[in-house]
């Protein structure tokens, strides 16, 4: 059985909003806002349907970030805070590398990039 698109849409938006609250510690800019997350999957959990499973692809600011060990565990904590999830996979990429271009507006205003 598939997920309906209310309810992917509903868990995304409670994702979204828990990835919010992850910061990358030199930028003052969260996670998502910056454009470091490429990817939200949600998946109906094998085991229990009432729950989903959650694989998140995602990058860094750069390959040498020193807190590139940390931060998929953050990330993951940040997910199974929503009710809902009962796993979560945190995938890490470089491909493609981040660049400035995939902040938000509200990334760039916050951190005078206009």
């Known amino acids: 059985m598939t997920l309906e698109a209310t309810r992917i849409e509903d868990l995304t938006g409670r994702l979204v909003k828990e990835l919010k609250t992850v910061y990358d510690p030199e930028i003052p800019v969260d996670i998502y806002e910056l454009g470091l997350i490429y990817k939200i999957d949600v998946d109906e959990d094998p085991v229990d349907a009432e729950k989903v499973r959650v694989e998140v692809d995602m990058t860094l600011t750069a390959p040498g970030c020193p807190v590139a060990g940390q931060?998929?565990?953050?990330?993951?904590?940040?997910?199974?805070?929503?009710?809902?999830?009962?796993?979560?996979?945190?995938?890490?990429?470089?491909?493609p590398p981040w660049d400035p271009s995939r902040?938000?507006?509200?990334?760039?205003?916050?951190l005078n990039m206009f």
């Open 71 to 95: 931060m998929p565990g953050w990330v993951e904590d940040a997910v199974l805070r929503v009710p809902d999830v009962a796993a979560v996979k945190v995938n890490m990429t470089f491909d």
């Open 103 to 110: 902040m938000s507006d509200e990334a760039r205003l916050e």
